[in-house]
């Protein structure tokens, strides 16, 4: 699941969740992928050797493995998306950290806050958004249906609770 609540102190009252785009492809993968790709495609090119035809065929290969790479390495990039919720007991607070270094902050007292799911009208299904100071924000909109629907579970769960 890609959120985690977790208390920031023993003894403390203060939680934080975060959350992050699922990514399934790890580095070590991205490597491994990436390097395999080239050599399957590099591969029929071997009977191709010492023949005009090989530099007709080679741009070609290159420009696909390098496509593949460039459409990797982007989502990867656009994945870089952080969002946490802190609650302590009378403040809620969302930071959202964006993958080109933007940060953008909502506050409100948590008596205020409620969590609302929008099951249809919302840019994708199960949209959870959080309400208070005369705001609505999004969150966890980058989560899957399943774990949006989990999402708005503990969010209720949680802000119900005195801190």
Same mark, same amino acid.
């Given at each position: 699941?890609?959120?985690?609540?977790?208390?920031?102190?023993?003894?403390?009252?203060?939680?934080?969740?975060?959350?992050?785009?699922?990514?399934?492809?790890?580095? &070590?993968?991205?490597?491994?992928?990436?390097?395999?790709?080239?050599?399957?495609?590099?591969?029929?090119?071997?009977?191709?050797?010492?023949?005009?035809?090989?530099?007709?065929?080679?741009?070609?290969?290159?420009?696909?493995?390098?496509?593949?790479?460039?459409?990797?390495?982007?989502?990867?990039?656009?994945?870089?998306?952080?969002?946490?919720?802190?609650?302590?007991?009378?403040?809620? %607070?969302?930071?959202?950290?964006?993958?080109?270094?933007?940060? &953008?902050?909502?506050?409100?007292?948590?008596?205020?806050?409620?969590?609302?799911?929008?099951?249809?009208?919302?840019?994708?299904?199960?949209?959870?958004?959080?309400?208070?100071?005369? %705001?609505?924000?999004?969150?966890?909109?980058?989560?899957?249906?399943?774990?949006?629907?989990?999402?708005?579970?503990?969010?209720?769960?949680?802000? %119900?609770?005195?801190?």
């Amino acid at each position: 699941m890609p959120y985690d609540w977790n208390r920031t102190e023993a003894g403390s009252n203060v939680q934080e969740l975060h959350l992050w785009p699922h990514q399934s492809l790890r580095p &070590k993968g991205y490597a491994w992928f990436l390097g395999i790709t080239f050599t399957l495609m590099a591969l029929p090119l071997v009977a191709l050797l010492g023949t005009p035809v090989l530099w007709g065929v080679l741009p070609f290969v290159l420009l696909a493995v390098g496509g593949i790479w460039f459409a990797l390495d982007r989502n990867r990039r656009d994945t870089q998306i952080l969002e946490i919720l802190t609650l302590t007991g009378d403040m809620a %607070r969302l930071v959202r950290l964006d993958p080109h270094g933007e940060r &953008k902050e909502w506050a409100c007292n948590r008596y205020w806050v409620h969590a609302e799911m929008h099951d249809a009208d919302g840019p994708v299904p199960h949209y959870v958004t959080l309400h208070g100071a005369g %705001r609505e924000v999004e969150i966890g909109a980058f989560l899957s249906e399943d774990e949006r629907l989990s999402l708005y579970d503990d969010l209720n769960r949680r802000l %119900r609770r005195s801190g």
